[in-house]
Structure formats: structure tokens, C-alpha cells
């Protein structure tokens, strides 16, 4: 029973950000003073639970190797930085909030890898997140976390000058839960799947 609610927390706080779930990027930044977006789906499944949202982004290049993007998955707003070290790796970070009837935020630390091509760009993504809900209740204080490891291996197919098209898959490793009751490690890994078009560069 405890792993069922486990599992059940896990994609509560999960869906709610969208935050682990999402990679859909390869090293490559947006140039400085360009725009790029997309939609795709996200999707995990934890204890036998299968979930996938849909979401959208929107990316800025704001100085040369680094940019800047604004998520949304499910009902959570999550924003994030990535610089670009070359084409063949980056490093990123990022925060997500969402409130329904409790308050949840999160953060991520990624690590971007890729062989880049004209056409083809196959690439991978390592992303340590912790991702938290708090509320109050009659006056108690109520709260939930997770710390999450996931890795994904994508492709990226360039369609032409502004179009792409994104498609991996990988795991996530929920490393602690903890709670108000106490606390839980859950060893069972979720399988990730993300995909996704892109306009732009």
C-alpha cells in the first residue's frame, strides 16, 4: 500500500510541473536576439502508473551560448536557463511553481550532450530535480517531496530551415520521497518519453 501512495504522490507532484519529465532540448542554445517554440507531450509511467501531458515552450537567446525558456506542462510554469559550452554540450538549470489547492514548486540541474548534424542531431539529457508541494490544513502544515533522477536519449530531425522534429525516451529514478509522515526511498524507475516539433532555430 505504502508503494502504491508512493507511486500515486510521485506523479501527483510530477504532472502537476511537468519539470522531470521534460527534455525535448538538444545542447544548441537559441542564437542571441532569436525566438524559437514548440508543443510536444511528456509522459512517464512510476508503479504502474502511465501519464503524459501536453505542454508548449517558448525560448530566447538573450547573450551569445546562453538562453532562456518558459514551460508550460500541466498546470505548472516552469523557467529555465541553459549555456551552451559548444553544440556538443551545456549545462542548464531551472524552477518550476503550480498551485492547485496546494502549493508546488521544484528546481533542476541538466546536463545536455549531443553529436550535432544538419539533419540529424541524436543527443542525451541527465537532470537531477527535487520537486515539493506544501499546503495548511486546520492549521497544521502539510508537506510532500521528491528527488528525481532522469536521463533520456533523443533525435532531433531538422525539417527544413525552421522545423524540427524531437523523439526520445529514457528513465527516471525517484531517489527519496519524503513527507510530513515521514519519509520513503522508492527504487523503481519510470520509463520517460517526450515528443515534439519546434519552429525555429
Same mark, same amino acid.
Given at each position: 500500500?505504502?508503494?502504491?501512495?508512493?507511486?500515486?504522490?510521485?506523479?501527483?507532484?510530477?504532472?502537476?510541473?511537468?519539470?522531470?519529465?521534460?527534455?525535448?532540448?538538444?545542447?544548441?542554445?537559441?542564437?542571441?536576439?532569436?525566438?524559437? @517554440?514548440?508543443?510536444?507531450?511528456?509522459?512517464?509511467?512510476? /508503479?504502474?502508473?502511465?501519464?503524459?501531458?501536453?505542454?508548449?515552450?517558448?525560448?530566447?537567446?538573450?547573450?551569445?551560448?546562453?538562453?532562456?525558456?518558459?514551460?508550460?506542462?500541466?498546470?505548472?510554469?516552469?523557467?529555465?536557463?541553459?549555456?551552451?559550452?559548444?553544440?556538443?554540450?551545456?549545462?542548464?538549470?531551472?524552477?518550476?511553481?503550480?498551485?492547485? @489547492?496546494?502549493?508546488?514548486?521544484?528546481?533542476?540541474?541538466?546536463?545536455?550532450?549531443?553529436?550535432? @548534424?544538419?539533419?540529424?542531431?541524436?543527443?542525451?539529457?541527465?537532470?537531477?530535480?527535487?520537486?515539493?508541494?506544501?499546503?495548511?490544513?486546520?492549521?497544521?502544515?502539510?508537506?510532500?517531496?521528491?528527488?528525481?533522477?532522469?536521463?533520456?536519449?533523443?533525435?532531433?530531425?531538422?525539417?527544413?530551415?525552421?522545423? /524540427?522534429?524531437?523523439?526520445?525516451?529514457?528513465?527516471?529514478?525517484?531517489?527519496?520521497? @519524503? /513527507?510530513?509522515?515521514?519519509?520513503?526511498?522508492?527504487?523503481?524507475?519510470?520509463?520517460?518519453?517526450?515528443?515534439?516539433?519546434?519552429?525555429?532555430?
Amino acid at each position: 500500500m505504502l508503494k502504491k501512495t508512493v507511486g500515486i504522490l510521485t506523479l501527483f507532484l510530477l504532472v502537476f510541473t511537468g519539470c522531470s519529465m521534460y527534455h525535448l532540448q538538444t545542447p544548441q542554445v537559441v542564437p542571441q536576439g532569436k525566438v524559437a @517554440g514548440g508543443i510536444g507531450l511528456a509522459g512517464i509511467t512510476i /508503479s504502474d502508473f502511465p501519464f503524459a501531458i501536453p505542454g508548449f515552450w517558448v525560448r530566447a537567446g538573450v547573450v551569445p551560448n546562453l538562453d532562456i525558456g518558459v514551460h508550460s506542462w500541466g498546470l505548472g510554469l516552469k523557467v529555465d536557463t541553459k549555456y551552451s559550452f559548444s553544440d556538443w554540450f551545456a549545462l542548464g538549470a531551472g524552477a518550476s511553481l503550480a498551485s492547485f @489547492g496546494v502549493l508546488i514548486y521544484g528546481g533542476e540541474a541538466s546536463l545536455y550532450a549531443g553529436i550535432p @548534424g544538419k539533419v540529424l542531431y541524436p543527443y542525451g539529457v541527465a537532470r537531477l530535480s527535487l520537486t515539493g508541494a506544501s499546503e495548511t490544513i486546520t492549521g497544521d502544515y502539510n508537506w510532500a517531496g521528491i528527488s528525481m533522477f532522469s536521463s533520456v536519449l533523443g533525435l532531433r530531425l531538422r525539417l527544413g530551415e525552421m522545423f /524540427s522534429l524531437y523523439g526520445e525516451g529514457g528513465i527516471g529514478v525517484p531517489l527519496a520521497i @519524503g /513527507s510530513s509522515a515521514g519519509s520513503t526511498t522508492l527504487d523503481d524507475p519510470g520509463f520517460i518519453f517526450g515528443l515534439g516539433v519546434s519552429v525555429g532555430n
